[in-house]
């Protein structure tokens, strides 16, 4: 599909864009499940903006699972205010959202629910029952498969079949990495709840992508490094969310970094996982700016690009960081004990 396609289908069409992780793309098969004639893009909290240069020809607009970048917040929502004015805006996300951010009719947000399952329930009407399925895949994907309605959801299902699918299409999805035109191929059998293992090449992509997790997490063994309270590895050359997980576990560390260096943009992509009560989020948001990066996510799975000169001094101050938190929470859990 082209960019040209908007001006052919007009404003009798609908554009989705979203996040193209496992969350971002079980919300986006669900929202083409419900506006069936969507274009369907991928995009980022950082690439947003730009990417909603395409929305000018089109009548309905959906954004799924894409958090609201803490420096892009004004401009963004004025931009989404615009569009607003001339098509139907739904804006759909988990994510925490910068204090001064503003809460328009078109904004759906809820912290404790992933993107998927919140798709499905702001679109709801327009779905079958059964796409709760591909919620419940998005769910597992991000961690969020405990919520009253997923767990509700479950008992409509054998939760072994479910996981099985699940987990096949979350490995393929990660290992297909920044490939978006699979990616988008998977979207429209996902939007008709074609079980993942009858979706062309997907069972490959997910077996391809078991055997290279196996080889890194070996690889995380060997090479992970620790301060005080982070494990982190730098150039994996795998998967940054995995190695994160495994630098955790094997620096024995409450939290976990990978660290992928950026040749074209001098910069490191990093991902972290924590393990513990840290607040990543709200960390990161806080700590990057003062390197010259950004970041943020979710308490325990959250992201950051920074500068490679300020890579080290970053590192240092965000280890410090977390040990200060640590702190703080067990003074107040004495004082409540008090």
């Known amino acids: 599909m082209t960019r040209s396609s ?43 903006v730009d990417e909603l240069d395409l929305a000018e020809e089109y009548r309905n607009v959906i954004i799924c699972d894409i958090a609201v970048d803490e420096s892009k917040c004004s401009k ?8 607003a004015e001339n098509a139907n805006l739904t804006y759909i996300d988990h994510h925490p959202l910068p204090k001064k951010c503003v809460h328009p009719e078109w904004l759906h947000h809820d912290l404790t629910v992933c993107s998927s399952e919140l798709t499905y329930k702001v679109l709801e009407d327009r779905l079958s029952r059964d796409m709760r399925r591909v919620a419940i895949y998005g769910a597992i994907g991000d961690y969020y498969d405990n919520s009253p309605s997923v767990k509700e959801w479950l008992l409509d299902w054998d939760k072994r079949s479910l996981f099985f699918q699940a987990g096949t299409l979350i490995q393929a999805l990660i290992y297909a990495g920044r490939n978006y035109d699979f990616k988008r191929k998977m979207v429209l059998p996902l939007s008709h709840d074609k079980i993942p293992t009858e979706i ?37 050359h795998g998967y940054m969310s995995k190695s994160a997980i495994y ?26 996982r924590s393990r513990d009560t840290v607040d990543l989020n709200m960390l990161l948001r806080r700590i990057a700016p003062q390197f010259g990066g950004s970041g943020g996510g979710h308490a325990a799975a959250a992201g ?35």
């Open 247 to 272: 630098a955790a576990s094997y620096g024995q560390k409450d939290v976990g970094l990978s660290a992928e260096f950026r040749h074209k943009r001098n910069v490191y992509d990093l991902s972290f």
């Open 200 to 236: 062309p090449n997907l069972l490959r992509y997910a077996k391809e992508g078991a055997e290279l997790e196996e080889k890194l997490r070996i690889h995380v063994k060997k090479e992970v490094r620790t301060l005080r309270n982070l494990a982190y590895v730098v150039d994996p």
């Open 76 to 83: 963004l929502f004025r931009r989404l205010e615009e569009i």
């Open 6 to 48: 908007k001006h052919e289908n007009g404003r009798n069409s609908s554009l989705i864009l979203t996040h193209g992780d496992s969350d971002g793309v079980c919300s986006g098969a669900i929202a083409k499940s419900a506006y069936p004639d969507a274009d369907v893009y991928f995009t980022s909290p950082i690439g947003v």
């Open 304 to 338: 950051a690009r920074i500068p490679k000169g300020s890579f080290d001094d970053f590192l240092h101050a965000f280890d410090r960081a977390i040990g200060e938190e640590k702190s703080k929470g067990k003074v107040e859990k004495n004082g409540e004990k008090e």
